[in-house]
């Protein structure tokens, strides 16, 4: 079965800074890879995605990521971080069928 | 741009009580999720559909039902609110062949009382 890890329940960084969060996939085969981001009260926004090919992909509001398959990581990054980038964010996983398997999710707070 | 619509955003309920969670798709999907979120949990998935009259389980069904009598529309229906099924529940939806991309609603936050 998959299962996705984030190791990290909560991240604080100053606006400005360089932004990276952790995640962890388990899956047999080359999975589907997904961030979303939740802000406050809200649903769930898809920033960017991996199906295949180029292993660092964009995404939207200025976020990339780099599948690393030696490393079974997903890790989403962001070179200067905006207040407005506080939110939760979720790392998500699809190894087959219709299904995501999502993990706990990084809180991510942001110092003015 | 898809919507994803859940008929409420706050729900208070009494324990006991049958609740009915709406969820509407405009975008022709052939997949509608229903989840629920706790803190430190992230989100766990309770049904699916892939297609009308049609529902799996997802990892966390009981004390839960759904219903999907047409496609746009899928309902998560708990027969009798417990403490424990307060949460926040979001609906998510995707296309058959998208690659598992899942568009949300706003989520509905339920207290059961």
């Known amino acids: 079965a998959q299962s996705v890890t984030q190791p990290d329940i909560h991240i604080t960084v100053s606006e400005g800074a360089s932004l990276e969060l952790r995640c962890n996939y388990s899956?047999?085969?080359?999975?589907?890879l997904f961030w979303y981001v939740q802000s406050p009260g809200q649903g769930l926004q898809l920033l960017l995605k991996y199906f295949s090919g180029d292993t660092l992909v964009q995404g939207i509001k200025g976020f990339e990521a780099e599948f690393k398959r030696s490393q079974s990581s997903f890790n989403l990054r962001k070179p200067s971080v905006h207040w407005s980038d506080a939110a939760e964010y979720f790392c998500a996983v699809a190894g087959g069928g219709n299904k995501l398997t999502f993990g706990t999710g990084t809180q991510l707070k942001v110092e003015l | 741009d898809v919507k994803v619509t859940q008929s409420s955003r706050y729900l208070v309920k009494r324990t006991g009580e049958k609740v009915f969670l709406e969820c509407v798709q405009d975008?022709?999907?052939?997949?509608m999720f229903w989840y629920r979120q706790d803190p430190g949990l992230g989100l766990r998935l309770i049904y699916f559909s892939y297609d009308v009259k049609m529902k799996e389980k997802g990892d966390i069904p009981e004390g839960y039902s759904v219903s999907r009598e047409k496609k746009e529309r899928f309902s998560l229906i708990l027969e009798s609110a417990s403490t424990n099924q307060t949460s926040m529940y979001l609906c998510?939806?995707?296309?058959?062949?998208?690659?598992?991309?899942?568009?949300f609603g706003a989520g509905t936050r339920l207290s059961v009382l």
């Open positions: 998510a939806s995707s296309r058959q062949d998208a690659k598992n991309i899942q568009y």
């Open positions: 975008m022709d999907h052939e997949n």
């Open positions: 899956y047999g085969a080359t999975p589907y």
